[in-house]
């Protein structure tokens, strides 16, 4: 086939059906669960100031030096497409006065992020994350229910993870840390990579996250967060395990894990799919309790996490497909060209009262729409000929059973309500 004159953007695809019946599964079944745990759905810009991620992601961290997506507009605004949600989210927070509002303020969002990153496999340039935002509580139980709810969505969507979880504790025992890990480091400045070296200067916590292969034994030697958490930070941390422990759902304490983005304080997170590593983590998430304060806003502690969609739908293409798939109810089958005329006002009279129907443009038979019909996997086929043209009638043939029976054309759409249930 000759290349197309347009092709889309590196990093991004198309969805084309049937593929969204995936899509469409997984953020139904993410939305129910949220709705039930008393979440409420909100929607920000897919571009904000680029100031906003610069402060709250951090100026120093790979997601905003390498991968934002930001231009001038022709006001000569300084904006970013959203590299991810939960700056965004916050402002929203802030400016709509969502504080006021009885705590915990519990927000989830499905939300198309964009980074410039180098495309790979499960890595996009424009990708979806599904995640949920709680505002207004330090308790560690919070930390515990967003990670339950992501791990019950996790679970019915039948996708293997391991759950990895780390503390960065609070401010003052991350100011130790962050010397001691200088100090670690300082000797090997020479030979670190350009931007370790700045990282160095501006928060050595970076280097930890970095993806540099020639960086990784240093890292490993590193000293750990969690032996410099202060009292207060440890036992919060405990308290999140504790829960977890109660809830019956098993972690892996990694003190390595510290996460690439800046505005993290206390619990991080991490859901790693069956490919085991950073590259493959299928969402992450932790407590956030400056960030309100530091965009803004009153000091307001705050958690949640985000999973990635293209990155689930991977890990269920490795298993035997269980996606429910949607269904027509019914098929209309007509003889003749005036039975199809009146099969297409009888299609209309069906969807007008919610039942999903199929009447297409085809000359074929009885036997072969009826294969048709049998194929697509309704329940009802309708047949339409010549007497059941001059009768007003429609012959309903129940696929299962064979069972026909007839019914006037009047009664059918309000019969089929009543058999689907379609209130
Ligand atoms: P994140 O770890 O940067 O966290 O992203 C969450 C998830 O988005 C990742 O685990 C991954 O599954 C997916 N993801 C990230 N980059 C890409 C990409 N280029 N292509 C495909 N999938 C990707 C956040 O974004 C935080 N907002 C999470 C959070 C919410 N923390 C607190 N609240």
């Given amino acids: 086939m000759a290349k197309p004159t347009y092709q889309r953007p590196r990093g991004t695809y198309d969805i084309i059906p049937p593929d969204y019946e995936t899509w469409r599964w997984l953020i139904e079944t993410f939305e129910r669960n949220s709705l039930n745990a008393g979440y409420a759905r909100i929607s920000t810009p897919v571009f904000e100031s680029e100031q906003l991620y610069t402060r709250s992601v951090g100026d120093d961290t790979e997601v905003v030096t390498k991968e934002m997506y930001?231009?001038?507009?022709?006001?000569?605004?300084?904006?970013?497409?959203?590299?991810?949600?939960?700056?965004?989210?916050?402002?929203?927070?802030?400016?709509?006065?969502?504080?006021?509002?009885?705590?915990?303020?519990?927000?989830?969002?499905?939300?198309?992020?964009?980074?410039?990153?180098?495309?790979?496999?499960?890595?996009?340039?424009?990708?979806?994350?599904?995640?949920?935002?709680?505002?207004?509580?330090?308790?560690?139980?919070?930390?515990?229910?967003?990670?339950?709810?992501?791990?019950?969505?996790l679970r019915q969507i039948g996708v293997d993870f391991s759950l990895q979880i780390n503390s960065i504790g609070s401010a003052a025992s991350r100011k130790t840390y962050i010397a001691k890990l200088r100090d670690y480091f300082q000797p090997h400045l020479k030979k670190l990579p350009e931007l370790?070296?700045?990282?160095?200067?501006?928060?050595?916590?970076?280097?930890?996250?970095?993806?540099?292969?020639?960086?990784?034994?240093?890292?490993?030697?590193?000293?750990?967060?969690?032996?410099?958490?202060?009292?207060?930070?440890?036992?919060?941390?405990?308290?999140?395990?504790?829960?977890?422990?109660?809830?019956?759902?098993?972690?892996?304490?990694?003190?390595r894990l510290v996460r690439g983005l800046d505005y993290y304080t206390g619990t991080l997170f991490e859901f790693?799919?069956?490919?085991?590593?950073?590259?493959?983590?299928?969402?992450?998430?932790?407590?956030?309790?400056?960030?309100?304060e530091q965009l803004g806003g009153r000091a307001t502690p705050a958690a949640g996490f985000d999973l990635?969609?293209?990155?689930?739908?991977?890990?269920?293409?490795?298993?035997?497909?269980?996606?429910?798939?949607?269904?027509?109810?019914?098929?209309?089958?007509?003889?003749?060209?005036?039975?199809?005329?009146?099969?297409?006002?009888?299609?209309?009279?069906?969807?007008?009262?919610?039942?999903?129907?199929?009447?297409e443009l085809t000359r074929k038979n009885l036997a072969d729409q009826l294969a048709r019909a049998a194929k697509l996997g309704v329940e009802y086929a309708l047949i339409i000929g010549k007497k059941e043209l001059i009768d007003q009638t429609v012959i309903i043939k129940e696929m299962a059973s064979s069972n026909q029976e007839v019914m006037p054309t009047a009664k059918l759409a309000a019969e089929m309500a009543r058999r689907f249930s379609v209130t």
């Fill in 308 to 359: 990635g969609l293209e990155r689930l739908i991977a890990e269920l293409q490795k298993k035997p497909s269980q996606i429910p798939t949607q269904k027509p109810q019914v098929y209309l089958v007509s003889i003749g060209d005036d039975a199809k005329a009146q099969a297409f006002l009888v299609e209309q009279q069906l969807l007008d009262a919610g039942i999903s129907t199929v009447c």
């Fill in 196 to 255: 370790a070296q700045a990282q160095l200067a501006s928060n050595p916590l970076r280097i930890l996250d970095s993806k540099d292969k020639s960086l990784q034994k240093l890292i490993e030697g590193a000293p750990q967060i969690i032996d410099y958490l202060d009292k207060a930070s440890a036992q919060a941390f405990q308290q999140v395990l504790e829960h977890l422990d109660h809830f019956g759902i098993e972690y892996d304490l990694n003190t």
């Fill in 272 to 292: 790693w799919g069956s490919h085991q590593g950073m590259q493959n983590a299928i969402g992450g998430g932790g407590r956030y309790d400056g960030l309100v």
């Fill in 70 to 153: 930001a231009f001038e507009d022709r006001s000569g605004n300084r904006l970013s497409l959203r590299p991810e949600g939960t700056a965004g989210i916050v402002r929203a927070y802030i400016e709509n006065g969502l504080s006021n509002r009885p705590k915990p303020v519990k927000l989830y969002k499905i939300e198309p992020m964009f980074r410039y990153d180098r495309p790979q496999a499960g890595r996009y340039r424009q990708f979806y994350q599904a995640g949920v935002e709680v505002f207004g509580s330090a308790e560690p139980l919070i930390d515990a229910q967003v990670i339950a709810l992501a791990a019950r969505f």
